[in-house]
Structure formats: structure tokens, C-alpha cells
T-cell receptor, first 116, second 111 residues
Framework: GAVVSQHPSWVICKSGTSVKIECRSLDFQATTMFWYRQFPKQSLMLMATSNEGSKATYEQGVEKDKFLINHASLTLSTLTVTSAHPEDSSFYIC????????????FGPGTRLLVL | DQQVKQNSPSLSVQEGRISILNCDYTNSMFDYFLWYKKYPAEGPTFLISISSIKDKNEDGRFTVFLNKSAKHLSLHIVPSQPGDSAVYFCAALYNNNDMRFGAGTRLTVKP
């Protein structure tokens, strides 16, 4: 089956620093990648959708200048949390699809971010 | 706005018995529904789905039922196995564009 990896799997950083999370599709070319955020005991919340070579589409309420998304190739998308604050601590999950359909998306293992 | 709701945060079932996980939605425009299974510190994995034109879809031990008039869907797992212990999310999709997840139900299957 399709495999999606994320790196790092967890990260602890100081408040004010920036953190980059990578999402890679290992055995297929992902035309579309999705970034989700999950708070403890809460639902997965879609943050943004990115198509290779174009700007990401952010969901309402998500600060595009804070959560920078780059989908530079068909196998790699990055999410950079800029000037991270403790409230950004969360579990970030990416998913990838080779079609624009949200039905067929494969999820990465997630990245746990803790901002001190 | 919580358009997809899973009102039971947890469920405990004995091995071999049936597990029934419920999900309610408010937006009648949703036309596709999915169930995902998630282990701790891992991403969700797709389990089973159903189109709004159907009322039942079965795949092995997993069956999803859809009641459009009640805006309710359920996932049945029978027989339940200890390896089924995980958090289950239902998700609803509108026009292949807007996907909403429920908050999840933690299933524990006791041996």
C-alpha cells in the first residue's frame, strides 16, 4: 500500500523558534497533500491543502504566515511553524493523495510538537 | 461548528462480541462517509467507507450502516478482537472537497 512518512516524529522546541516538519510519499507521487492538526481528545482539523507547484489553500482561521506550507515536489511537502508558541503544541499529521480526491488519502504517522 | 459528532468518547467490549461505534452529522450535503482507525502516536488508517446512495457496506468483520433520514452512521465490528483496540474516527465528505472528522471514539476490546 501507499506509504507516507513524516519527520521528525516528535520535536521539543523553545518558544519563538521555528520548526519544520517534512511529509514524504515514499512509493507514489502525491499531487495533493493535506495537513491536519489534532489536539488531545479532539478531532482532526484540516489546516491546509497543497498541490504540487502551487500555493497552499488554507482553511478558515489558519494563519498562513504562521504555518508555512511548501509542496515543492511530488513526493515532499513541508510545514513550518514559525515563531512557535506553547499553544502551537499539538499533533500534526499529513496525508497524501495522487488524485485530488479526499477519499483516497494516505496518512503519515504524525509529528508531536511540544513548545516550551 | 461540529458537523460530525461522535458522542461516545469511549467504548469497552468483550472479545468476540460486537462493537458498535456511532456517528451523527448535521450537514445533509455530505455525500460520502469514511471510518478511520488510529493507534496512539500514529496517523489514521482508512478502514471502510460508504456512499450516500447506499445504506450498507460490508468488508470482512467491518460493516458500516448509513441512515440518511436520521443523519446517522454506525460501524459494526464483529467479532471484536483485542487488536481492534484503537481510536475510531468517522469522517464526512461533501462534493469531494470538504472533509470533516468526528472527535473519535476509543474502543477497548478486552480479552
Amino acid at each position: 500500500g501507499a506509504v507516507v512518512s513524516q519527520h521528525p516524529s516528535w520535536v521539543i522546541c523553545k518558544s519563538g523558534t521555528s520548526v519544520k516538519i517534512e511529509c514524504r510519499s515514499l512509493d507514489f507521487q502525491a499531487t495533493t497533500m493535506f495537513w491536519y492538526r489534532q489536539f488531545p481528545k479532539q478531532s482532526l482539523m484540516l489546516m491546509a491543502t497543497s498541490n504540487e507547484g502551487s500555493k497552499a489553500t488554507y482553511e478558515q482561521g489558519v494563519e498562513k504566515d504562521k504555518f508555512l506550507i511548501n509542496h515543492a515536489s511530488l513526493t515532499l511537502s513541508t510545514l513550518t511553524v514559525t515563531s512557535a508558541h506553547p499553544e502551537d503544541s499539538s499533533f500534526y499529521i499529513c496525508s497524501a493523495s495522487w488524485v485530488s480526491s479526499r477519499e483516497t488519502q494516505y496518512f503519515g504517522p504524525g509529528t508531536r510538537l511540544l513548545v516550551l | 461548528d461540529q458537523q460530525v459528532k461522535q458522542n461516545s468518547p469511549s467504548l469497552s467490549v468483550q472479545e468476540g462480541r460486537i462493537s458498535i461505534l456511532n456517528c451523527d452529522y448535521t450537514n445533509s450535503m455530505f455525500d460520502y462517509f469514511l471510518w478511520y482507525k488510529k493507534y496512539p502516536a500514529e496517523g489514521p488508517t482508512f478502514l471502510i467507507s460508504i456512499s450516500s446512495i447506499k445504506d450498507k457496506n460490508e468488508d470482512g468483520r467491518f460493516t458500516v450502516f448509513l441512515n440518511k433520514s436520521a443523519k446517522h452512521l454506525s460501524l459494526h465490528i464483529v467479532p471484536s478482537q483485542p487488536g481492534d483496540s484503537a481510536v475510531y474516527f468517522c469522517a464526512a465528505l461533501y462534493n469531494n472537497n470538504d472533509m470533516r472528522f468526528g472527535a473519535g471514539t476509543r474502543l477497548t476490546v478486552k480479552p
